[in-house]
């Protein structure tokens, strides 16, 4: 399942198909992006992370692309499972402290 | 290594109530920042310190809203009077360097504010 243009709020997915969130950044100056993942009843979750020198970065079913071309960001993750059902949040870091977020996507997994 | 904890998980309260919100970073964590999300929006800035300091208090909505850190350690948000607006719910993080370092999120308080 993909999230497809600048961003949808849901996303449903199969279990076991790959998933695919987008997400567009505001400023080009921005220079480190974070993935965090949201469950119900939870705070924000660290899931990865990448930096304005590099285009790719993979972590454990995840992999993360930066398009800095047209500020576009988007989270693969692979074999999508029940437990990756939650609430999905692009942010960019400005200023070294402050994040940004996006309005999130809300990842339905089906079994 | 226990994460961010904030106190308390829920809170309701009248329109014209003072309602104080409490934070404990990770132990070590200089830095300490105050997000929240209001009615399904963008999480949205609110503060940032840097243990007792305040360095940046950009995104608190008005002086209703007081934050502080006594000692760097734990931190407060008081809002006094709380309106309906301020419904949302309130995060808390710290990082333990400043320069894009992960910020670790506690799990909010949700206020409802009636």
């Known amino acids: 399942g993909e999230s497809v243009g600048l961003h949808l709020p849901t996303l449903s997915v199969q279990e076991g198909d790959n998933s695919i969130i987008n997400c567009a950044y505001s400023n080009s100056a921005s220079d480190y992006f974070i993935w965090y993942k949201q469950e119900s009843g939870k705070g924000p979750q660290f899931i990865i992370d990448i930096r304005s020198n590099m285009d790719k970065r993979q972590g454990q079913r995840v992999t993360v692309l930066l398009n800095k071309t047209v500020k576009h960001l988007s989270l693969q993750i692979a074999a999508t499972q029940p437990g990756d059902s939650a609430v999905y949040f692009c942010?960019?870091?400005?200023?070294?402290?402050?994040?940004?977020f996006g309005a999130g996507t809300t990842v339905t997994v089906r079994a | 290594e226990a994460g961010v904890t904030q106190f308390p998980s829920h809170s309701v309260i009248e329109k014209g109530q003072t309602v104080t919100l409490r934070c404990d970073p990770i132990?070590?964590?200089?830095?300490l920042y105050w997000y929240r999300r209001v009615m399904g929006k963008e999480i949205k800035f609110l503060l940032h310190f840097v243990k007792e300091s305040k360095q940046d208090e950009s995104g608190m909505p008005n002086n209703r809203f007081l934050a502080e850190r006594t000692g760097g350690t734990y931190s407060t948000l008081k809002v006094q009077p709380a309106e309906l607006e301020d419904s949302g719910v309130y995060f808390c993080?710290?990082?333990?360097?400043?320069?894009?370092?992960?910020?670790?999120f506690g799990p909010g308080t949700r206020l409802t504010v009636l």
């Open positions: 993080a710290s990082s333990l360097r400043r320069t894009s370092d992960t910020q670790y």
């Open positions: 132990s070590g964590h200089d830095n």
């Open positions: 942010a960019e870091n400005m200023n070294d402290y402050k994040l940004s």
